[in-house]
């Protein structure tokens, strides 16, 4: 079955960052659209990042431009989210998710999705 599993979350200050991973695995990981979304409690999933198959096109939630970036190795299986500059309010549960169609910040675009990376930002 298609796994999604994401790693690299942690406790970190107020400008540190960090690079969140996501290995996929049950799925031919290159024909698929990567997104990250993250949640906190009490608050609807949020877009933050898309990738297309190929790694061609890339699309930004407006509060993560400029500091977040997302890549992708095909040959690894792996997305990859490297938060630079990360504030308080980043804090979250990051997930990854997989979607057959390039419609990179709608939630229900996604069919598969990871368990979650928590990423905590103090001040």
């Known amino acids: 079955q298609v796994q999604l599993v994401e790693s690299g979350g942690g406790l970190v200050q107020a400008g540190d960052s960090l690079r969140l991973s996501c290995a996929a695995s049950g799925l031919t990981f290159s024909s698929y659209h990567m997104g990250w979304f993250r949640q906190v409690p009490g608050k609807e999933r949020e877009f933050v990042a898309a990738?297309?198959?190929?790694?061609?096109?890339?699309y930004y939630a407006d509060s993560v431009k400029g500091r977040f970036t997302i890549s992708r190795d095909n040959a690894k299986n792996t997305v990859y989210l490297q938060m630079n500059s990360l504030n308080p309010e980043d804090t979250a549960l990051y997930y990854c998710a997989a979607s057959a169609v390039w419609i990179p910040s709608a939630t229900k675009a996604y069919a598969y999705w990871g368990q979650g990376t928590r990423v905590t930002v103090s001040s």
């Open positions: 990738i297309s198959w190929s790694g061609g096109s890339t």
